[in-house]
């Protein structure tokens, strides 16, 4: 189902330099596209791979708007990683349009759920009492929603999602199969020994335009609720503990775990596999980078990076091993530096 | 549904300071609780934090009972924090009560399945062949429950957990959406480049009163069970390899990968993304800081600890770099050290 | 269900020294085998362990052969292991045969899906579109194929596996519960402090013979494809990034994170909780220890480490203090050594 170039900038603008008429089969990377795709070069300083690519058509930044059109067909527009974003979203809705809306009989819905319009519910979802769909939301097969629950307009929650009583998603959001949402917090009472539960009275509050990637879990909040602020992107299997905020905007790579009531500000990247303590706040603008633990509040925008570099395991052998001396050999090098010292004052000693 | 203090006291004990006809509309820590709100504080540390709460009503030690009557109502107890867990158990059931006992008719249940008084099963759940479940035990829906599997006594399983063939959970256990118990261990033989399937044939045995969080996995045994003792508290997203042994009351907080065999003592507690290898013996009473990598047994109480510090990512890449190089600065530290001793001694050489 | 060692030397070859007749009821390992079981020993230097099993019969190596037999009957073969895991596959399929195929009524299967001779469909399982299921396959209860998903021949999907749209599982797989296969991958163009979705137009294609463990994600690719080759096992929670390669035979253990676009070698493996960063190359033949951070590409084959060691914590508070200085404290060695330098050769200063 190809589209033609002339399609591409009248839905999405950018200056076409080339054909029209001139037909694109699939998007494809610079690396493996062919004749009949379109690529594109986020920036000049990747100018080097144009030269390699033998794809059809070109989405170029200006700077490269003379070397592009000299090896064929490109659209030019300031931002080409931006356009191609926006370019991914109109492709998928002309390759696989929205299915009509309609209720699969096999789901179960609670006769006290109140359902917006065009909303779609798979096979085998769960819709609970009380619980509320927005217009156009769709609920995928073997969703749960608790009693209570609310899902925004326009949402998506993919198969197997489950959102727990009284939480709620807002409008626009993505939840991706094995999401969990609302999951008691890990909270105990140490007693004799033992632990003893302590009831999550709180819920969990999920913005708009929010996006949660597969099997990612989001506890409830022990009294006050966990919150998700607009915008925010999770990827796979993150934890989030109860009583966390994490500030809008705010985007966490795979793995990430945020322990309980961490307050995490606004604009912030979490690497893959980074751990959070419980109850640090990290400000607006904070940079984590990948398998980093923090361990302390980063009250200043930045970046920061605790972790291991790896080595061959020969080296690393040897330096981890020194590494548990480190303390001493600080002390032998404050020693030294105390002898050489003396050598050089002798006359003034006693 | 507010409820007087006067309600709590005669629920749970404590010694009430205050009108018992004062109504409570919310349980809320300190910083959110406004005037309707009964609130806690665990320990006389944080008396500070008594003056900035807007707390209609504190539950507080002995030690702040006169700091915490002269701002308002107070429940006075030896153990606020044990108290508040009790409180939150008692406050869920009067609001949330358990609905009453029903078997889903959109649950397959298997005619040779044997099921208790009081059970409730949710909507697509699956009991399979000669599964067992308890009196009052409730299993969520779409929860699997394999041949013979079995789930104690006023155990509960939340939506879609998967209980494996064999596998058995005792009596007031909790499982959270998502958790996968029986899955095949990670177990192959290597044989001219690939790998050859170890079927696994044991089960996994789980105690009683045990916690166990979202997506967390749990895998079946080799030939031998996997053990979950009792009262274990594991948080989401946690592995637990096959023919791991997890030690009575010992908790696990999110992430955390326990490889096969390791086998975990009592009483200890397991921070968030910690790795413990395979076949290693964990004392009793053992405490491993978060996203710190057991590689050795540890044989002793104590509190254990390895991970990279954060810092700013300047600083640590310095530091990093050097860190590749320590075993050679070790090196020079001796190499300096035999010069100054050198050149103390001129005359002892021959 | 007791077997005879004779029936297990003529279905899997090896010496028989005892008598034929012995029944074994159970494989056990060395450590907890009683006179009824049949335990293995894999390799002559754990001799002795011999001395404290009570196992009944033993499969042993040549070398062990004489000392083996003085206990009892033997199985003698020249790799022990391998004919533990192919006796562990003849073991299960003796007790616990597969059942006869059927689609149950309870499962959604769309009127244009191809399901093959002798395929298992379980109940709530959901089958959609052009989806297409080979000849002997299994899929588990609540299991989800999206459109035009395929599953080859003799594979086995357990519980609700999530296989989106357009993904393929080559044959002989095995994908435990929880599996997400072809969730959308974690990209986006930032855009005035917002993201910009990128439409994830790829799919993933699994080759023959991969296990996947419970919980485990592997995500959709951007435009092409993400790609599991033949003989891949992965162990549970692991996530693996869009356009992710991971070669053939390649293991991965628990908790691994493996960022978009990396591009792993065949017959590696990586340890449990390890993360390898996005765009990387390992070349074939590459062993990551668990938990360690491979932040560049490793283009000889090798083994790798990077992990803090772990201390009492008192010790590493200490060690890891100083590793905040460590760049300094090199510089003050290099003083040092400047210094001792001076000092030896007075006269050749000006």
Redesign the interface.
Known sequence: MAVLLGDIVQALGGTLLGPPSQAVQ????LA?AGAGDLSFISHARYAGQMDATRAGALIAPPALQVAAQARGACIVTD?P??Y???L??W??QRH?PVQPAHV?P?A?VHPTARIGLDVTV???A?IGPQAEVGDGARI???S?LGAGARVGAGSVL???V?LG?ACSVGERC?L???V?IG??G????P?E?????????GAVRIGN?V?I???T?I?RG???DTLIED?V?L???I?I?HNVRVGA?T?M???V?V?GSADIGA?CTIG??A?V?GHLRLADGVH?????????SLLKP????????????A?????????????R??E??KA??Q??EN?RTPSSKP
């Open positions: 699939r998007l494809a990377p493996s931002d990683y931006l191609f974003a926006r991914t979203q492709w998928k696989a699969d096999l179960s798979g096979p085998f769960v995928g097969a073997h749960v993919h198969a197997r489950s009583d993505i991706h199969p094995g969990v999951a008691d890990f909270g105990f009472a007693h020994g033992e632990w003893i539960k302590i009831e999550q009275l335009d996006e990637g597969a099997n879990c506890d022990a009294m006050d915008g992107k990827d796979n299997l934890q503990g905007h985007a790579a795979g793995c775990g322990a604009h893959g596999g751990v303590l984590v980078s990948a398998a980093s633990v923090v361990t302390r930045g970046h920061y990076t605790g972790m291991f570099p790896i080595d061959d395991n080296a690393w052998e040897k330096n981890a091993a020194s590494l548990k001396q480190l303390n050999l600080r032998r090098i030294l530096e002898a050489i050598a």
